[in-house]
């Protein structure tokens, strides 16, 4: 069983910056993916962004790339998610996945994921 805890979240104004974490309970080396979704209220979770934990490909959402970067250290079992120039429309409940198998490039949905974390809240005030 792996077990993701996110962390990072919180209240910001537009403009600013925040950086998630997402600390998994085993080496991450053995796993093929991590993901990041989010959820805004009332509506469906959406895909952010992947990264492969070997190799470092990364994939985005067209509505975060540019301002939002995907990251991972191995040394650390640890994901990250970058995200600068924040607007209202980020706020979300922000969730971390991965995939322990190798599957099609990217994993960008939900079902293509094994394991998730409970989610960080992260709003972005005008």
């Known amino acids: 069983q792996v077990q993701l805890v996110e962390s990072g979240g919180g209240l910001v104004q537009a403009g600013d910056s925040l950086r998630l974490s997402c600390a998994a309970s085993v080496r991450t080396f053995s796993m093929y993916a991590m993901g990041w979704f989010r959820q805004a209220p009332g509506k469906e979770r959406e895909f952010v962004a992947s990264?492969?934990?070997?190799?470092?490909?990364?994939y985005y959402a067209d509505s975060v790339k540019g301002r939002f970067t995907v990251s991972s250290s191995n040394a650390k079992n640890t994901g990250y998610l970058q995200m600068n120039s924040l607007k209202p429309g980020d706020t979300a409940v922000y969730y971390c996945?991965?995939?322990?198998?190798?599957?099609?490039?990217?994993?960008?949905?939900?079902?293509?994921?094994?394991?998730w974390g409970q989610g960080t809240q992260v709003t972005v005030s005008s």
């Open positions: 996945a991965a995939r322990v198998d190798s599957t099609g490039w990217p994993p960008r949905l939900e079902f293509q994921y094994d394991y």
């Open positions: 990264i492969s934990w070997s190799g470092g490909r990364t």
